[in-house]
């Protein structure tokens, strides 16, 4: 299958964590996290559609500034995803500069926080250009139970709580199915192509039932069971983003079930196998957690980051361990 998640880990894999993430045919990126965005010109922040940060650490935050100064001027409303506590921190972040000149830019940037907790109810605020970025309140979201925050089109936005001795979320992305239209059988049917295809692959996405009538060209309908030979369903892709958490039985388990069937997994394993006490006294994962956890999860593809720069012989040693703990995972 045709690779329609394109991500790109922005510091490579001892810099600051970050990955902005393309889809194919999609205007606009994800940026999973937001620390140095130096890797990035301003076409591409100007694509940013979603902000999402596990925590407030410097090197997961520092880079809002880069992002904020070539949107100002834009009509945009870009949605921000973070842990609790979060949209404070993003008002704050506003607040550094004076905005006594907004009423001259026509254009409205509007930031919408939702801050993803271990509660019902996520809170949510808006911070508009024209006010000077004031917080206003904005109805709270419910808790999915599958963590999903945001749709986009067809790609939703997962994200599960983990615990770095504060909350640090982790995040995953995953596509829709894609039903695909085989033009060959449309011809041996004798029917053509054009808007009505786009009813019955809704349909079939939707698992609507073999009864359910599709409208024809030309007028009528026919029964789905009868169409259902006319396109093809594969599984949508998946991007799993796991950083800065403990190695605990309860992170395991959350960060295992969000990055469960993952395409390609990005996951931090800052320290070698050997150094597990200084890891978890860091609250960290060791190369052979990172390892573990990506098997367990059943990931396709891993992409370790986050490597700690004590290590004098670096990145082959880390990765060689992460990928012995993995057992079978190729490398990258």
């Given amino acids: 299958m045709r690779a329609t998640l394109l991500p790109r880990l922005l510091n490579g894999r001892t810099g600051d964590p970050g990955v902005f993430l393309e889809a194919l045919h999609r205007p606009g990126a994800i940026l999973l996290d937001c620390g140095d965005l130096s890797a990035l010109g301003p076409r591409h922040l ?10 407030a650490h410097m090197d997961h935050w520092a880079g809002f500034d880069a992002l904020l100064r070539p949107l100002i001027g834009r009509e945009k409303v870009v949605p921000v995803v973070g842990p609790a506590g979060f949209a404070e921190r993003l008002h704050h972040r506003l607040q550094a500069y004076t905005w006594n000149l907004v009423d001259r830019i026509a254009a409205e940037l509007c930031f919408e926080a939702t801050e993803v907790v271990a509660e019902p109810l996520w809170p949510r605020r808006r911070f508009r250009l024209r006010t000077g970025f004031a917080p206003e309140p904005l109805p709270p979201a419910p808790a999915a139970p599958d963590g999903t925050v945001l749709a986009l089109g067809p790609l939703r936005l997962r994200a599960a709580v983990l615990e770095h001795g504060i909350p640090c979320l982790g995040f995953a992305v995953e596509e829709a199915l894609h039903v695909n239209v085989w033009r060959t059988r449309l011809e041996a049917r004798g029917l053509p192509t054009g808007p009505w295809l786009a009813a019955l692959k809704a349909a079939v996405a939707a698992g609507a039932g073999d009864a359910a009538p599709v409208m024809l060209p030309g007028g009528g309908s026919a029964p789905l069971g009868t169409l259902r030979d006319l396109v093809e369903v594969t599984p949508g892709q998946k991007l799993a983003y796991l ?30 196998a050997e150094d597990a006490a200084h890891a978890l006294d860091r609250r960290h994962l060791t190369t052979r957690a990172a390892g573990e956890i990506a098997r367990a999860a059943g990931a396709k593809r891993i992409e370790p980051f986050h490597f700690s720069p004590r290590y004098e012989d670096g990145e082959a040693r880390l990765l060689a361990e992460v990928f012995a703990a993995a057992a079978g995972l190729p490398p990258p």
Avoid: K, M, Q
């Fill in 243 to 272: 950083t800065d958490l403990a190695d605990t039985p309860a992170n395991r388990a959350a960060a295992v079930s969000l990055a469960r069937g993952a395409d390609i997994l990005f996951i931090e394993a800052p320290f070698a």
């Fill in 46 to 55: 100007l694509r940013v559609a979603v902000v999402a940060v596990s925590h």
